[in-house]
């Protein structure tokens, strides 16, 4: 289904990104604790990178390279051989990495990655198709002015012209009891297609989530009206964030994603103390994807 920009008074048109954005992490961030948002927005505090964030990023930009192939080479071979050239990608991008991981560790993940691309091939081939694009950057302002920012794994489009937006998981798919897990994941997804919605004019025909540890596919279908409801829930979210930017009331929420926060010794849940404010950014972390 397409929207074009007379039946859409609404539909907007692609902007620079020059000012403060609102991207999918940074949206569940806040949702899940408004501190956690301030924390890594504003006072952009260091956080570890742990040896699953490493693999994903290894396997996001192995899986990108591949695509970037012809379709007769993306043979499982070649995505393997892929995996060194992605693991010297992402350390280029942050050097501190290579320090951080010992050589057996580093062997350990490559052969950990290699297991979830060699995992991929029986969800999809590869071969039999060509995205329209990988790790595709989009951005939209919406009317109310709320920026949305991101950056999208894969986006296919069928001759016919539906659209369908990828998203690589290189973990399990939550079970019924991670139902908030799954409710993140599937959060994320919405944002792309509202994203692309108001970009393009098209509503995503489906949405696919791929879980590559267990070999599980996740795919939803949007309709219209949820995603013009979501794109409300998307500006309130925004304005709830500019307004605790002003006032620096960022408050913390407690539950049981606390358990994996990196910044427990300065949230006053746990008895600690946040350092002092500084103030909205002009230019603050949110607006990274």
Request: with cysteine; charged share 25%.
């Given at each position: ?208 989530l791929i879980y590559l540890a267990d070999g599980q596919l996740l795919d939803y279908s949007p309709e219209l009206d949820e995603l013009r409801r979501f794109e409300k829930t998307l500006s309130a979210i925004w304005r709830a964030i500019q307004t605790a930017g002003v006032t620096g009331d960022f408050r913390p929420r407690r539950s049981r994603l606390c358990d994996w926060c990196a910044h427990q010794a300065l949230c006053p849940e746990f008895g ?18």
């Amino acid at each position: 289904m397409a929207e074009s920009a007379t039946q859409n008074p609404e539909r907007v048109v692609l902007r620079a990104a020059s000012r403060p954005a609102l991207s999918p992490s940074r949206a569940a961030d806040f949702k899940q604790c408004p501190l956690l948002y301030r924390f890594r927005a504003i006072d952009r505090l260091p956080e570890p990178t742990s040896t699953a964030q490493l693999r994903g990023s290894v396997v996001h930009a192995a899986l990108e390279q591949l695509y970037s192939l012809p379709a007769d080479e993306r043979d499982r071979d070649t995505a393997l051989g892929l995996l060194t050239p992605a693991w010297e990608q992402v350390v280029a991008e942050d050097p501190g990495l290579a320090e951080q991981i010992a050589a057996d560790q580093r062997d350990q993940l490559l052969a950990e990655a290699a297991k979830l691309l060699s995992g991929y091939y029986r969800l999809e081939d590869p071969t039999r198709f060509d995205p329209q694009s990988c790790e595709q950057r989009v951005e939209v302002e919406l009317t109310d002015g709320t920026l949305l920012r991101g950056f999208v794994d894969r986006i296919d489009v069928a001759a016919t012209g539906e659209v369908r937006v990828v998203d690589y998981k290189t973990g399990k798919a939550p079970p019924a009891a991670r139902e908030q897990a799954e409710f993140k994941a599937m959060f994320q997804m919405k944002f792309y297609a509202v994203a692309l919605l108001r970009s393009r004019g098209v509503l995503p025909a489906r949405l696919r989530l791929i879980y590559l540890a267990d070999g599980q596919l996740l795919d939803y279908s949007p309709e219209l009206d949820e995603l013009r409801r979501f794109e409300k829930t998307l500006s309130a979210i925004w304005r709830a964030i500019q307004t605790a930017g002003v006032t620096g009331d960022f408050r913390p929420r407690r539950s049981r994603l606390c358990d994996w926060c990196a910044h427990q010794a300065l949230c006053p849940e746990f008895g600690g103390t946040p350092p002092p404010y500084p103030g909205w950014p002009e230019h603050p972390a949110g607006s990274a994807a």
